[in-house]
């Protein structure tokens, strides 16, 4: 079974600061992880994805995340957010075998101040 | 391209009844998974269909049910609603099922409402 937890239920930041959300998962077997975004009242949108390679992956509007295998993280991070940015954020793990749906963690509220 | 489209975006539904929804994939796309989504529980995976067959289902009871016709289009139906069922529901669809480097596209979700 794979699982996933986002430490922190809400961060709110000052615009321009940079921001990281964390993301834990667990998996018993090889694991492909992705970050979603919704803004209100809107679904879901794909920031980024990891599946192989770099461990560092970019994705869209200057975010980016790091799979950490020791430590089984990904957490996501911008070095400077925008008042725009401030939305819903979904860590999810698929994980491989014959089992590909996303598990989602419990979501983080970013909310960027003035 | 048109984008996932969810029917209706609003529901108010009785206690006891039963409400069918629709999502309409991106044209191409031949899989469609649907999820709930609550405060307290989060998004939780509901099934996923591909050429007109079941290939996943999460921990549901038998009340939530759906199908897939030959255009992809698929359906969900909730049956004997209950209070907990209040929920967005959203759909995603993909072009393939079970690649993990084809993106999943969501609609803006229906919103079910149990009074």
């Known amino acids: 079974a794979q699982s996933v937890t986002q430490l922190d239920s809400q961060v709110p930041v000052f615009e321009e600061a940079p921001v990281e959300l964390r993301c834990n998962y667990s998996s018993s077997v090889s694991v492909y992880l992705f970050w979603y975004v919704q803004y209100p009242n809107q679904g879901l949108q794909l920031l980024l994805k990891y599946l192989s390679g770099s461990t560092l992956v970019k994705g869209i509007n200057g975010f980016e995340a790091e799979f950490n295998k020791s430590q089984t993280s990904f957490h996501l991070r911008k070095p400077s957010v925008h008042i725009s940015d401030t939305a819903e954020y979904f860590c999810?793990?698929?994980?491989?075998?014959?089992?590909?749906?996303?598990?989602f963690g419990k979501g983080t509220l970013l909310t960027v101040n003035p | 391209k048109a984008g996932v489209t969810q029917t209706p975006r609003y529901l108010i539904k009785t206690r006891g009844q039963q409400v069918t929804l629709s999502c309409s994939p991106i044209?191409?796309?031949?899989?469609v998974s649907w999820y709930q989504q609550t405060p307290g529980q989060g998004l939780q995976f509901l099934f996923e269909?591909?050429?007109?067959?079941?290939?996943n289902k999460g921990n549901f009871p038998g009340r939530f049910s759906g199908r897939q016709f030959s255009n992809s289009r698929s359906e969900m139906n909730v049956s004997t609603l209950e209070l907990g069922d209040s929920a967005l529901y959203l759909c995603a669809s993909s072009l393939v099922a079970g690649a993990p480097n084809t993106e999943a596209f969501f609609g803006q979700g229906t919103r079910l409402t149990v009074v």
């Open positions: 269909y591909f050429s007109e067959t079941q290939r």
């Open positions: 999810a793990v698929m994980g491989g075998g014959s089992n590909y749906k996303l598990t």
């Open positions: 044209s191409g796309h031949r899989s």
